[in-house]
């Protein structure tokens, strides 16, 4: 068939579905699936985009006592493998069109789940109760005890202890905990799958909480219900899709119960959350808002598969999410506004003094630094530090390299800060310029500097490394009343400055900050005020 009449004709009958219930009725009857699954099978994505937007359609019309058994329609003519093999995975890249079409049947397919979501559990229903009797036996490996087995208290208390043990608010009676729409009985269909298709990782989820401390148990069945909640508020089960969004992820069209193994990886990330948190019954919500980010973080990057899911959030631990909270906290628009920037000038002067002041502390303790002579020995020492009154240098020879501080007495020399007229370091140093071997050496260059005072006598210093070298370049500095430029002060003024602003501003999570400051209230009438203690 001519490929342009293919693509009108399937054009023609999505526009009659969705346009004319007459028309759906007519079309429906006369078009099945297994006419349209062929034209998925091949390469023109053109074809394939119109053929799933048909589907949509039919999908989208049919009345909702229609929609399950057309579900089991696909499922059975596996349309979900045809749209992975021949579309997902083409080598061909998806056009806006076809993520449009494929976020559609993705939607739809959620939206299925939306009667479960919606249904509240009958505490009377027998069927029902079983399921929960199920999820005991599974977790706890007991046989189901025939009714005359020991006394009816008896039972009701092993009952209410086995199911404190899975997490469920209320221990007598769990039924009631699947009463709250949504989400419903959903929760319980995903603990039932969970605890089905993959044992081992829910009997280990149960038996590691209820050996722990009660305050620090990550309660399973609040846990399971909660989670479910709020995966199907992400996924908007139940909301009609949207006409702009191409917002579908492959890997939802890598299983035929997808929703269910989504869940399942989510239960395992809550539980490994929960305890890198340490948390406590208190941190429940504190715990599933931190989940919530490591789900949608995950959701963002489009993983390919459920195992690439798996691998993706295993990499997005509690520890990388406080990081990765922390570095968008402090590029956020709200640190480059007015107030903030007013608040980091006025805080500024003081972190400066702070670092000023460890500064001159440093060189009270005092350095030890090696004599290099014109003869290049290096085996004698001399010691410098500043008098605690920060009035005068202190310094003088040493025959050996000391083991701690040197007293203010073993140092003859002494050079009143008063006198120092200048700093000078690198090459302009009068010990720089001489020639010899010195002049070549950059790493030496690197650690040298000189105080000048009277008219042309030096003091000079080779510090013993870049430490040492910008805690007295910066101290001296200081002392002569000038600016501290090191790469020292500046990384000290970033880490000082940032741990500040975010102490400053800790009460400020989640508080938008005006550019305006609000406007002074009215002055009271009278300042007469009182309290009466009594």
Not at 121 to 148: G, K, S, T, Y
Not at 162 to 170: A, E, S
Not at 218 to 243: A, D, Q, W
Not at 359 to 366: A, P
Request: proline letters at 5%; aromatic letters at 8%; a negative charge.
């Amino acid at each position: 068939m001519d490929t342009a009449v293919l693509q009108r004709s399937l054009a023609i009958l999505e526009s009659m579905v969705l346009n004319s219930q007459d028309l759906y009725q007519k079309v429906a009857q006369e078009i099945t699936i297994g006419q349209l699954i062929p034209h998925l099978q091949g390469t023109d994505q053109d074809i394939q985009t119109y053929t799933i937007a048909v589907i949509n359609a039919l999908f989208l019309k049919a009345p909702e006592d229609k929609r399950q058994e057309m579900a089991h329609i696909l499922a059975q003519k596996q349309l979900r493998s045809i749209i992975l093999s021949n579309v997902i995975r083409s080598p061909k890249p998806i056009n806006d069109e076809m993520a449009h079409q494929l976020y559609v049947l993705q939607v739809l397919t959620f939206n299925l789940l939306e009667d479960r979501m919606m249904t509240k559990m009958d505490p009377q229903d027998q069927a029902q109760r079983d399921i929960i009797f199920e999820l005991r036996r599974i977790a706890f490996d007991v046989e189901c005890e025939p009714n005359n087995s020991g006394s009816i208290e008896k039972r009701k208390s092993m009952y209410t202890r086995d199911y404190k043990k899975l997490g469920f608010i209320n221990h007598v009676n769990p039924a009631m905990d699947f009463t709250q729409i949504p989400p419903g009985m959903l929760a319980l269909d995903n603990m039932l799958y969970f605890a089905r298709h993959h044992q081992d990782a829910y009997i280990r989820i149960v038996l590691e909480n209820s050996s722990r401390e009660d305050k620090h148990e990550c309660p399973f069945g609040r846990s399971s219900i909660e989670l479910t909640k709020m995966l199907c508020e992400t996924l908007k089960v139940g909301e009609l899709p949207s006409e702009n969004c191409h917002d579908f992820h492959p890997m939802f069209f890598t299983h035929d119960r997808s929703f269910e193994e989504f869940f399942c990886i989510c239960i395992q990330l809550l539980n490994k959350t929960w305890k890198e948190m340490r948390a406590t019954s208190e941190d429940f919500n504190k715990v599933m808002q931190v989940v919530r980010d490591q789900i949608m973080r995950a959701l963002t990057q489009k993983p390919n598969s459920l195992d690439q899911l798996k691998s993706r959030l295993q990499n997005l631990s509690y520890t990388e999410i406080l990081k990765i909270r922390q570095s968008e906290r402090m590029n956020q628009e709200d640190f480059q506004s007015r107030p903030i920037l007013e608040l980091r000038e006025k805080i500024q002067p003081e972190i400066m003094e702070l670092i000023k002041q460890q500064r001159l502390n440093r060189l009270c303790d005092g350095t030890c630094f090696r004599k290099i002579s014109s003869r290049r020995r290096q085996d004698k020492f001399w010691y410098c530090r500043l008098s605690p009154n920060h009035k005068v240098l202190h310094y003088g020879d040493l025959e050996e390299s000391p083991q701690g501080e040197v007293s203010h007495d073993l140092l003859q020399e002494k050079l009143p800060v008063a006198d120092i007229k200048a700093v000078v370091t690198g090459k302009d140093c009068p010990h720089m310029k001489e020639k010899g071997a010195l002049k070549q050496n950059k790493e030496v260059l690197e650690l040298a500097f000189s105080v000048l005072y009277e008219s042309d006598e030096y003091l000079n210093f080779i510090a013993p490394d870049k430490h040492e070298y910008c805690v007295w370049t910066d101290g001296l500095n200081a002392l002569l009343g000038k600016e501290m430029t090191s790469d020292f002060t500046k990384s000290d003024m970033d880490t000082l400055l940032s741990m500040e602003m975010k102490l400053r501003l800790l009460d400020l999570e989640n508080i938008q900050i005006p550019e305006a400051p609000p406007p002074i209230p009215k002055e009271p009438s009278n300042y007469d005020f009182v309290y009466d203690c009594n």
